[in-house]
């Protein structure tokens, strides 16, 4: 069997880079394993490592289920911020008989500027191709929602409008943030805890979704996911409106003018404990 690596982080979704792999999986049996290294966050005041490793792995999920339907089999886990450093790591755990280095063009790939591809090369001794993936212009092969909520995350309504959004769609993505209600480890755990419940939720019922915690900041928390994702539209779940903080904040507006990006509402009540 050959193993591919699949070095990407925002082009991971790319067109180029599924038709290669496909490419690849209809010449032999293949085992894909995929690396994406970490990325910082522009928004918020502090960095919460569990953010960025989150935000890894998120895409590496989404990149599985979408392979999956493919009939490839793929494993990875979020790599050294260094791309470099990443792909050499990745390299000796997989050893692979093939890397793929997805970028975007050369006019605004930072990863091409530091000739990543030529020191892959240079020091691993293997084949390694090259993907470029012009997103920019040609947009992901499918529709991704970014899903932003917190008390109400595993909440009926909002389960109900993710359903009516990805119905007749088999390959709609959602891309769910979870923002912590405070800085402390507790607030992380909690904010896990309801991130896996919605997660579950929309995996039972069909969906392709993964998520991740946010900043405490829940405009930060979701321009972090907007610069970390390429998404056609956005779902803002609060608390009605005169309990919500959010709502007083003015955090639909604020998200709606900031990204460009349609920006749905869905308020609704937290799901009580049984």
């Known amino acids: 069997m050959k193993t591919i690596l699949v070095v990407a982080n925002e082009t991971l979704g790319g067109r180029e880079l599924l038709e290669r792999l496909k490419q690849h999986a209809a010449e032999d049996d293949v085992r894909v394993a995929i690396c994406v290294p970490q990325g910082r966050p522009r928004h918020g005041n502090i960095i919460y490592d569990d953010v960025v490793y989150d935000s890894a792995q998120v895409r590496i999920e989404l990149a599985r289920s979408v392979l999956r339907q493919e009939g490839i089999d793929a494993v990875g886990e979020p790599g050294d911020p260094d791309p470099y450093t990443a792909t050499m790591d ?4 997989y050893k692979p008989d093939v890397i793929i280095i997805s970028t975007f063009p050369a006019t605004s790939s930072g990863w091409l500027r530091r000739d990543l591809i030529e020191r892959v090369q240079d020091a691993s001794g293997m084949p390694v191709e090259h993907v470029v993936a012009d997103i920019d212009n040609e947009g992901l092969p499918f529709q991704v929602t970014l899903v932003v909520a917190n008390r109400t995350a595993a909440s009926a309504p909002l389960n109900h409008a993710l359903k009516e959004k990805a119905a007749g769609d088999d390959r709609h993505l959602f891309i ?16 896990r805890a309801r991130l896996s419940q919605v997660i579950d939720r929309l995996r039972n019922d069909g969906l392709l979704a993964a998520g991740m915690i946010g900043d405490p900041d829940p405009y930060a928390a979701t321009m972090n996911a907007l610069q970390m994702f390429r998404v056609d539209d956005v779902v803002i779940s609060t608390l009605p409106e005169t309990r919500s903080g959010w709502m007083r904040a003015d955090l639909i507006e604020r998200v709606r003018k900031a990204s ?10 937290a799901p009580t404990a049984a």
């Open 176 to 191: 769910v943030v979870v923002p912590q209600e405070g800085g402390e480890g507790l607030h992380a755990r909690r904010a």
């Open 260 to 269: 460009g990006k349609p920006v749905d509402h869905v308020a609704a009540e």
């Open 90 to 93: 990745a390299a000796a755990e």
